[in-house]
């Protein structure tokens, strides 16, 4: 597979090189902090949140999809594999480029019912939840903070993104 799709960590931090980069939409997917983790922006007794991809057919989540170098692609997918072992599985997913071009991809997904599973709750749950949790990547708030930056530099919109960040910086000045 040649074109791996991010929508969380992936999108600031690739970590492989690329020939070619370019927005992408997911349809019938969205991005939501529903998995919980415990090797990055946690620890297993206090597990941060990072984003995964729900099914949802009137939704869908726009993200960066990388060209890769097809005799790179199973070195970078070994490293990827480890890199997003908690919980997340390779699976492909249908994209449209900002070109309007349809590309299959390789994504990572965290399923309910893997072991960090940690599913919807109130906003207000998981932004406390966010700003208590930090692990050996550093922050979960900077995980949050560095996912809605760039989502704002590439123009995309996220209101579960955006209104999770917001609710941090009201609960961080006291509100
Ligand atoms: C991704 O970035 O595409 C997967 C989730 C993450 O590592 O934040």
């Known amino acids: 597979m040649a074109w791996i799709f991010g929508y969380g960590s992936i999108i600031w931090n690739p970590g492989f090189p690329y020939l070619e980069r370019s927005l992408a939409r997911a349809e019938g997917w969205k991005r939501r902090f529903w998995q919980g983790s415990t090797d990055h922006r946690g620890l297993p007794e206090r597990p941060g949140r ?98 809605a930056q760039v989502l704002r530099d590439l123009g995309v919109d996220d209101p579960h993104v955006f209104g999770l960040e917001s609710l941090c910086q009201r609960l961080l000045r006291g509100g």
Request: charged share 30%.
């Open 50 to 147: 990072v984003v995964t991809l729900v099914r949802d057919r009137r939704e869908s989540c726009v993200g960066l999809a990388y060209r890769v170098d097809p005799a790179r692609a199973r070195l970078i997918c070994e490293r990827l594999d480890v890199r997003e072992k908690g919980g997340y599985q390779r699976r492909e997913v249908e994209l449209q480029l900002a070109d309007s071009r349809r590309v299959q991809a390789l994504t990572y997904v965290a399923r309910p019912g893997n072991p960090d599973y940690l599913g919807g709750d109130r906003p207000q749950v998981l932004a406390r939840q966010i700003l208590q949790a930090s692990g050996p990547s550093g922050q979960n708030w900077d995980y949050l903070q560095r996912l």
